[in-house]
């Protein structure tokens, strides 16, 4: 083994080493203050489980030429910390039962990571015993008085709940519909814009507005589509990861992440109790723990998520439709009578996409109508405006 190598081997062991002396102190400080003879002879169990622990790192240390390490920590290990006084012995058992999960996260990196075969064996008899203590803590945490269960019909109807929070209000049609009102009011504004300064720099001759407003639909069309399909693209791609982080965590400490689902609801507001129940319930199937871990993480589901070619056909067509009405009238008509119909045309085009928008919103078609009408009629004003000055500065 290179010189490099060995000296890294051996922080890492050493830096296992004196995780384990930490909770051996740990667990003897709360032994002795354990006024319960059960809970007392538990802690004073894994307490020599975890000196056996630090043995066995130590021996391995020696082994590979290290000196044998001292002990650098509190002679009370975490048991007497400000958190645990405060908390009270329920508190601390809850924080060494998270820290016994995150030690098994820990260990099973390392297992990839170290590269020595004695280490990995080493390894592989701690995590075991490390996963029954984990078993253990939440014992004697529960052992102090659980709440009553509820009834199985009940607690599978709120987990049912829960699952589906996310996905109420997200059916398919609603993503593209949404989609095509925002596409049909971007185009809509983009080129009402366009039509209006181009008017205002040549008095509404046809020739030009048809040209620029033709080029600008194209170009929105365009934009808009290939926008959609790699936002909808990047949303599922980076859900895909995120589900794949979590399979991997699962794989490596399937007790962590079930105390880290479990506390997720409970800052939602879920009893400890409850919040257990369904986890447990969810983590029958690894593959529905994975989904409940992810859509913690994103706020969403994989049903939930746009599907790309949708997002970019449903944008692209509504856009080039939104961009289309402002051209119209200039087939038919030309200078300023093309204009004044122009703007009619695009203001009632503007409220009817507003009222649309209330088919996924909360407000009234009416309100929703005037907003971007007003909106629209301030656009086409400005824009007309600066049409007409850079129409005299180019004449000029």
Do not use: C
């Not at 667990?27 to 307490?47: C, I």
């Not at 391995?60 to 009270?88: C, F, H, M, W």
């Not at 659980?146 to 009834?151: T, V």
């Not at 808009?224 to 990861?241: D, F, N, T, V």
């Amino acid at each position: 083994m290179a010189a490099s190598d060995n000296k890294r081997l051996l922080s890492a062991l050493e830096a296992n080493w004196q995780a384990e002396m930490e909770g051996f102190h740990t667990y003897t400080a709360l032994s002795k203050s354990e006024p319960d003879p059960h809970r007392r002879n538990a802690l004073r169990g894994l307490a020599m489980a975890e000196k056996h622990h630090a043995a066995l790192w130590a021996a391995r240390i020696k082994a590979i030429g290290g000196i044998e390490p001292t002990y650098k920590g509190d002679p009370s290990g975490q048991a007497d910390s400000l958190a645990n006084r405060v908390g009270g012995p329920d508190l601390a058992l809850r924080r060494l039962e998270i820290d016994e999960g995150r030690d098994i996260a820990k260990y099973g990196q390392q297992l990839k990571a170290l590269g020595d075969e004695p280490s990995i064996a080493i390894l592989e008899e701690v995590i075991a015993d490390e996963r029954e203590h984990y078993a253990t803590l939440g014992n004697l945490i529960r052992s102090r008085g659980a709440l009553p269960s509820l009834p199985p019909e009940q607690a599978q109807a709120a987990l049912d709940d829960l699952v589906a929070a996310r996905d109420k209000g997200h059916s398919p049609a609603a993503g593209w519909v949404g989609d095509a009102i925002y596409g049909i009011n971007d185009g809509l504004g983009s080129i009402f814009g366009i039509v209006s300064g181009v008017s205002g720099a040549t008095l509404g001759n046809s020739h030009f507005v048809l040209i620029a407003g033709l080029a600008g639909m194209v170009a929105s069309a365009l934009s808009m589509g290939s926008g959609a399909y790699l936002a909808a693209k990047s949303e599922r791609e980076i859900y895909e990861a995120e589900f794949a982080r979590e399979k991997e965590a699962v794989e490596d400490n399937e007790a962590e992440a079930q105390e880290i689902l479990s506390l997720s609801y409970q800052i939602r507001g879920f009893p400890e109790e409850d919040a257990k129940r369904f986890v447990e319930h969810i983590a029958r199937d690894k593959n529905q723990l994975i989904k409940a871990l992810a859509r913690e993480r994103l706020s969403t589901t994989e049903e939930g998520l746009s599907k790309p070619m949708v997002s970019a056909v449903s944008g692209a067509l509504s856009t080039a439709v939104g961009a289309f009405i402002p051209i119209i009238p200039f087939f038919f008509l030309n200078g300023i009578p093309a204009v004044i119909v122009a703007a009619i045309v695009s203001l009632f085009a503007h409220f009817a996409v507003g009222a649309a928008k209330s088919l996924i919103t909360i407000r009234s078609w009416w309100a929703s109508g005037f907003e971007m009408t007003w909106i629209g009629a301030l656009e086409g004003v400005v824009t007309y405006v600066i049409g007409i000055g850079l129409g005299k500065l180019g004449g000029g």
